[in-house]
């Protein structure tokens, strides 16, 4: 029996790993999960699978829960202590690290330290902190198994292949809703066409990332620390079908891919399981007869510029990695609360990323200093902004 510990157990990730383990009874025990702000939906999951610790946001919502789950009476923490307490749970041996944002750096990081194997689905803790999230790992010796669908192909295509034989890796990317857009109607687009994601199902920060490419732009950042590769060694192709998860080049010409339907319990049942596989009966099965059609084309970087600027702030390295991911956050929640359009985001950010005086990203402090000053900074346009509108 392996025991899990959910980060983020409401989001889309949490949800689908739930779904999992509940078809894998006999394999997996969750002994721990963290929610936000979910309370319904946190009160079915734990009546579901009886976890012992459970943790919310806030005192008040784990009043209204421990209300909701009576008579179950699992141990209820909040805050960020309460995250921790989750991911270091002593008897949990894989942390599901799914929270949305940097707010999950604390708790991932606390796993590691507490020699918890990783599955890794919060591109955002990467990108904020990967010189430190890779380090700890190396340090206590833990795994960390992507479970974002491109970081899971490239992982499960490089498995036992020597570092030498690699050339590249190619991220796949469905170019979200507008890739066939003209620009001149980027002005004028609304949250509901930005959530209607053509091929994942997903939460809205990520789906409002990948209609900006900004998620395969932080997910280039989330590569880079997760393989060691440089920059130039990591490409990306818009491929709209999403059948195929991501490639890898190898010296002598050949390329691996992986494919399947796009669904996240493969990558998370992956992550679970690991190294063994768990037969998903319930998923439809690739039919290639029925979807000949592959095609593949360049990003447009005129139209999608969150891409260039992620591949630019990796490129300068230290601490501006976590200014384009804080300023990106706040920027998007302000379009998604309908204080800034959808053009403002790569607008803002290059704005952000001019003001930032970079420096070493070597400490946690370091990241989250940066966090915190990026946010202030793209508040404040985006507060400007809206005093002008
Ligand atoms: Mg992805």
Redesign the pocket.
């Known amino acids: 029996m392996k025991e899990i510990a959910i980060l983020g157990s409401t989001g889309s990730v949490g949800v689908t790993t739930l779904d999992v383990i509940g078809r894998f009874r006999d394999r997996f025990r969750v002994v721990a999960m963290a929610a936000g702000r979910n309370v319904e939906l946190f009160a079915g999951q734990i009546r579901g699978f009886a976890p012992e610790l459970v943790a919310v946001a806030t005192r008040q919502l784990a009043d209204e829960l421990a209300a909701r789950i009576a008579p179950l009476k699992p141990r209820i923490l909040v805050g960020a202590e309460g995250a921790i307490a989750v991911a270091t749970h002593p008897r949990a041996r894989l942390v599901m690290s799914a929270m949305v944002g940097a707010i999950g750096l604390g708790p991932t990081l606390a796993a590691i330290r507490a020699g918890k194997d990783i599955a890794f689905a919060n591109?955002e803790v990467m990108v904020v902190a990967g010189e430190v999230v890779t380090r700890a790992a190396r340090e206590h010796g833990v795994r960390l198994l992507p479970v974002?669908?491109?970081?899971n192909a490239v992982f499960q295509c490089l498995e036992g292949r020597p570092r030498e034989s690699v050339r590249r890796i190619i991220l796949t990317a469905s170019g979200g809703p507008f890739r066939a857009w003209p620009s001149d109607r980027f002005a004028s687009i609304t949250v509901a066409e930005a959530l209607n994601h053509p091929t994942?199902k997903m939460g809205a920060k990520?789906t409002i990332d990948s209609a900006t490419l900004m998620?395969?732009g932080l997910?280039v950042i989330e590569a880079r620390w997760l393989f060691d590769l440089a920059p130039e060694r990591i490409d990306v192709v818009i491929h709209p079908q999403s059948v195929i998860h991501s490639m890898v080049e190898l010296v002598d010409g050949s390329v691996l891919a992986e494919m399947a339907v796009p669904d996240m319990a493969i990558p998370v049942a992956f992550a679970l399981a690991y190294p063994e596989r768990l037969p998903l009966d319930h998923l439809n099965r690739l039919e290639f007869a029925r979807c000949a059609n592959l095609t593949f084309e360049a990003p447009d970087a005129a139209k999608f510029p969150c891409l260039g600027l992620a591949y630019e702030a990796l490129r300068a390295g230290g601490t501006m990695p976590a200014c384009l991911n804080a300023a990106n956050e706040e920027l998007v929640a302000a379009f998604l609360g309908g204080r800034g359009s959808f053009a403002d985001i790569p607008r803002h950010l290059e704005t952000v990323m001019g003001r930032h005086r970079n420096g070493p990203a070597r400490t946690l402090e370091d990241a989250l200093e940066t966090d915190g000053w990026a946010r202030a900074a793209a508040r404040e346009l985006i507060g400007a902004g809206a005093e002008r509108a």
């Open positions: 591109k974002d669908s491109e970081h994942w990520i998620n395969k997910e």
